[in-house]
């Protein structure tokens, strides 16, 4: 029955690849933004969606494209927020309760400078603090903007390339092996979610 939602599901991506790549694009953009990416199991998912586009069933340039402005959007957004409200942005309920991001951020990047926005991409929940904290810190527009652009770029094809590669070797296994190893891999993201909201809920961050 789960090998059938599967098949169902890659032939659905397939016919409608658009939606597919739209999908991959606002995951990475969520996982960009300031305090949600940090729920989010971003190498997880970049691997499957890597697998998708390496098997066929999400088209390569698309789904590319939609990554990059994904990814963007969330870095230049969460900057941009940061830069705007600097002088307040303890203010926001969010932030307050999760300080110790914030805090960790600004030390990262103090230590760092302005590598800490290419350093800070491949750091898992720091990948969405960096840009936040760069922006509440002051970082000039055009500093941020050369070092997050190449940065972004770097990470998708690190983050994309193993699944690629497992999806196009998929390709040359029996038919019946692709879902398996598609259901694999989105069972590994949901254990892993569940596990870090457990995390949370059993050590919450106490408000500054």
Same mark, same amino acid.
């Given at each position: 029955m789960f090998e059938s939602f599967l098949n169902s599901l890659s032939a659905y991506m397939q016919a409608n690849q658009c939606m597919g790549a739209i999908i991959a694009g606002l995951i990475a953009c969520a996982e960009s933004i300031a305090i949600i990416g940090t729920i989010i199991p971003g190498s997880i998912t970049m691997t499957m969606?890597? *697998?998708m586009i390496g098997s066929g069933i999400l088209n390569f340039k698309l789904t590319i494209s939609c990554i990059? &402005? +994904?990814?963007? #959007?969330?870095?230049? +957004?969460?900057?941009?927020?940061g830069y705007k409200y600097r002088d307040r942005i303890k203010q926001f309920k969010v932030v307050r309760n999760n300080i110790k991001w914030l805090?960790?951020?600004?030390?990262? #990047?103090?230590q760092y400078g302005t590598m800490s926005i290419l350093v800070g991409r491949f750091l898992g929940p720091v990948r969405c603090i960096v840009p936040l904290v760069a922006g509440v810190l002051g970082m000039p527009k055009l500093k941020f903007t050369l070092v997050a652009t190449p940065s972004i &770029?770097?990470?998708?094809?690190?983050?994309? *390339?193993? +699944?690629?590669?497992?999806?196009a070797y998929a390709m040359s296994l029996p038919h019946n092996i692709v879902p398996i190893a598609l259901g694999a891999l989105?069972?590994?993201?949901? &254990?892993h979610f569940l #596990?870090?909201?457990?995390i949370v809920v059993a050590n919450p961050r106490k408000e500054h």
């Open positions: 969606i890597g *697998t990059l &402005i +994904g990814a963007i #959007i969330g870095d230049f +957004g969460s900057y941009w927020f805090n960790f951020g600004k030390q990262f #990047i103090r &770029i770097l990470w998708a094809l690190a983050y994309l *390339t193993p +699944g690629f590669l497992l999806g989105l069972a590994v993201v949901c &254990i #596990i870090r909201k457990s």
